[in-house]
């Protein structure tokens, strides 16, 4: 058996986590104001869940740090059906502790610290986290990639492993970008 990847935390300098622990309810009223419509079915007593999110916007793309308490997350046809078609957009995640299961367009994968995943929210896409974790997920609009979304959708659920020795510091990225904000609510 393979040992567990550790926890990110110090391979990368994203700015802290500024917002306040959220309960379920307003966790899942944030999801939907502030990413896209979103199912949160937590894993642990609905009253012990809790989240945390902040973000740094800089032009069309956004960066959130999240982390919450175990739960699936599910973007089902019907969500998608009442959404806006403009406001599709892509989501890149990479885990930062904990695990989390990415399912979208047939395929299922297990991301560990380090796995990065893609996933389009113009298509439904279940997010399961067994346990507590921590992401960081990019946001940008769909139609933004010089790629056809016929041949994204061949890579989405795909983990895409960060190389263990990678030197890069997410310090520089960020501090050209801007500080980090909690997300009002």
Do not use: N
């Amino acid at each position: 058996m393979q040992p567990r990847p550790a926890p990110l935390d110090g391979a990368l300098d994203i700015p802290p986590l500024d917002g306040e622990a959220l309960d379920l309810t307003t966790w899942r009223i944030l999801t939907t104001e502030h990413f896209v419509p979103l199912d949160v079915h937590p894993l642990c007593p609905p009253e012990e869940f809790v989240g945390r999110v902040s973000r740094i916007d800089r032009g069309p793309l956004s960066v959130f740090r999240i982390e919450h308490s175990p739960a699936v997350v599910a973007r089902t046809p019907q969500l998608i059906a009442r959404s806006e078609r403009s406001s599709a957009m892509m989501k890149v995640s990479l885990q930062i502790e904990g695990d989390g299961l990415v399912e979208q367009d047939g395929r299922v994968t297990l991301l560990h610290p380090g796995d990065l995943a893609l996933y389009d929210t113009s298509r439904p896409y279940t997010l399961r986290y067994d346990t507590a974790t921590r992401l960081i997920v990019l946001s940008f609009a769909a139609g933004s990639l010089p790629v056809p979304r016929e041949e994204v959708a061949l890579v989405t659920a795909t983990p895409f492993p960060l190389p263990a020795a990678m030197p890069w510091r997410m310090r520089s990225p960020t501090s050209r970008i801007g500080a980090a904000r909690p997300i009002p609510v």
